[in-house]
C-alpha cells in the first residue's frame, strides 16, 4: 500500500529506535480506496515522551491520550501510543486510558472495522477485524459488539451514517440494528458535533442514502429537533422528493439543508435553526429562506419581482429564487406532472424578468433612485421617518414607471407626497410639519 513519504519517514525512526509504528484509521481505509487521505495517524508502541524525544519539531497535542503532532517536511501527523480506553461516562470520551504494547488491543476500542486497520512498510497489514474485507464489500461494520461501541460514544452513530454518505457503503445489519436502539444517547452530544457530521453527511457524494438512513434510524429529530419526524404526508412526500433529487443538488450544506428545512415547513425552521448553532450569516440567510421562498415562487411579476429585491436584498432573493429552482427540478412539477403553470416555467419567467430589469437598467434599490436623501434635505425635508416613507414611495412609482426616475420629476413628486401627508395629519396634529 502506497503511504506519505513523511508518513514512512516517522514509522522508520519509530522501527530503528526499537518501537512498532504503524499507519493506522482512515487515512489507511482511504489508501487502500485508491483515495487520497485527508491525513495521516500513525500508532505506536512507543509512549508520547519518546516519540518527543526523537522527532524535532514536535506539539504535544493531547496528554491525557498520548497524542503528538509531529511535522515532518511539510506535513503534520498525528503519532499516537497504543492504548486501551477505559468506561465513556458522557458517551464521547473515555474517562481514562491505560497505555498498551498491543496493536491489537489498540485497534479494538476503534469505531469500525474499515477504520480499524494499521499498515507498515516494514511489518504490512494488521486487519484484526475484517476491515479489508468489509472495504471490499462496501460494509460499515462497529468492531466487535456494536451496542458497545455507540454507548461508548454516541457520536458514532452520526459518523456510521457519513460514511456511508462517502463511501456508497450499506450499513451492516447488526450495526444498524444497535444505531436505531441507542440513537436516544444522541442528545447527550454537543449540538456542534452533531452539526458538523450532519454538514458533511449533507455534502457527501451519497448523500441521499445518509439521509434515507437519517430518516430511517429516527435521528432527523436529534439533529434539527422534534418537530422534524416527517409524519404527515406533506412533510413526508417533501422529504421522499429531496431524497430522490439531492444528487442533483449542488453539494453546498446549506442549500441542501435549506431545502431539507423547507420540507418540514416554515413554522420549525426557526427552531431548528436555533438548535443547529449555527453561525449568524448562515442562520439568517435560512431564516429568510425558510420565510420567503414560497413568497418568491408567488411573484405574479415585474413589479412585484422589484419590491421583494429593494425589500430584501439581491443577496436573499438569489438565495431564495435558486431554492425556488431547485425545487421545480426535484419536486413534484419536476417529474412529469402535466401543469401549465408549473413551478419550473414560473421560475424562468422571474429569471427572464431579472434579466430584462438589469439590461434596461431600471431602478430597484433606493440607491438606483435618480434622488438621495441628501437631495431632499436641500429641497427642504427634514431628517427622519417621514422622508424615509416619501422615499419608499417614490421608489415604489419607479418599480412601475421606471422612466419617470428623473431627479426633477421625482422631487416635485415628494414635495407633492410631503403636501399630502401634512394635509391628512394637519387635524390631529396641527403643529406638524414636513417641509
Not at 15 to 34: H, T
Not at 163 to 169: D, I, R, V, Y
Not at 348 to 365: F, T
Request: proline share 3%; hydrophobic share 40%; glycine share 10%.
Amino acid at each position: 500500500m502506497k503511504i506519505a513519504e513523511e508518513v514512512a519517514q516517522i514509522i522508520d525512526r519509530l522501527e530503528k529506535a526499537g518501537y512498532e509504528a504503524y499507519a493506522v484509521g482512515g487515512s489507511v481505509r482511504d489508501a487502500l480506496l485508491g483515495r487520497e487521505p485527508g491525513d495521516w495517524d500513525v500508532a505506536t508502541s512507543a509512549s508520547a515522551e519518546t516519540v518527543v524525544s526523537l522527532f524535532p519539531r514536535t506539539a504535544r497535542i493531547g496528554a491525557k491520550f498520548g497524542i503528538v503532532k509531529v511535522m515532518c517536511g511539510d506535513l503534520a501527523v498525528d503519532v499516537a501510543a497504543y492504548r486501551i480506553d477505559g468506561a465513556y461516562s458522557d458517551c464521547r470520551r473515555p474517562d481514562r486510558v491505560t497505555f498498551t504494547g498491543s496493536l491489537d488491543e489498540d485497534l479494538k476500542r476503534r469505531d469500525f472495522t474499515i477504520n480499524a486497520m494499521a499498515y507498515s512498510p516494514i511489518r504490512g497489514f494488521a486487519d484484526p477485524f475484517g476491515g479489508r474485507e468489509d472495504l471490499a464489500a462496501g460494509l460499515v461494520r462497529a468492531v466487535g459488539d456494536p451496542r458497545q461501541r455507540f454507548r461508548e460514544d454516541a457520536l458514532r452513530i452520526m459518523r456510521g451514517v457519513r460514511f456511508a454518505a462517502q463511501l456508497g457503503f450499506a450499513i451492516e445489519e447488526g450495526t444498524m440494528e444497535a444505531m436505531a436502539e441507542h440513537s436516544l444517547l444522541l442528545s447527550r452530544i454537543s449540538m456542534e458535533r452533531i452539526r458538523d457530521e450532519f454538514f458533511r453527511i449533507l455534502s457527501a457524494p451519497y448523500a441521499d442514502k445518509g439521509l434515507r438512513l437519517c430518516d430511517g434510524l429516527g435521528l432527523f429529530p436529534y439533529i434539527l429537533g422534534e418537530g422534524f419526524d416527517f409524519s404527515d404526508k406533506s412533510s413526508r412526500d417533501r422529504l421522499e422528493y429531496l431524497i430522490a433529487g439531492v444528487g442533483d443538488v449542488e453539494s453546498d450544506p446549506a442549500t441542501r439543508l435549506a431545502l431539507l428545512l423547507l420540507c418540514g415547513g416554515t413554522g420549525k425552521a426557526e427552531a431548528a435553526i436555533e438548535k443547529l448553532k449555527l453561525d449568524n450569516a448562515t442562520s439568517e440567510a435560512l431564516r429568510q429562506a425558510a420565510a420567503l421562498t414560497g413568497e418568491v415562487d408567488g411573484l405574479a411579476g415585474r413589479e412585484e419581482l422589484k419590491d421583494f429585491i429593494s425589500l430584501y436584498g439581491y443577496k436573499i432573493y438569489m438565495f431564495c429564487e435558486k431554492l425556488a429552482g431547485i425545487w421545480a427540478m426535484i419536486g413534484p412539477s419536476g417529474h412529469g406532472q402535466p401543469d401549465g403553470d408549473q413551478s419550473g416555467a414560473r421560475h424562468q419567467r422571474r429569471l427572464a424578468w431579472l434579466e430584462e430589469i438589469r439590461r434596461a437598467r431600471e431602478p430597484v434599490l433606493l440607491a438606483d433612485l435618480a434622488v438621495s436623501g441628501r437631495d431632499l434635505l436641500a429641497a427642504g425635508f427634514e431628517r427622519g421617518n417621514a422622508m424615509g416613507a416619501v422615499l419608499g414611495r417614490l421608489l415604489e412609482h419607479v418599480h412601475r414607471n421606471p422612466k419617470d426616475n428623473v431627479k426633477e420629476l421625482l422631487i416635485r413628486m415628494a414635495v407633492e407626497y410631503a403636501k399630502e401627508t401634512h394635509d391628512r395629519e394637519k387635524g390631529n396634529n396641527p403643529g406638524r410639519h414636513i417641509l
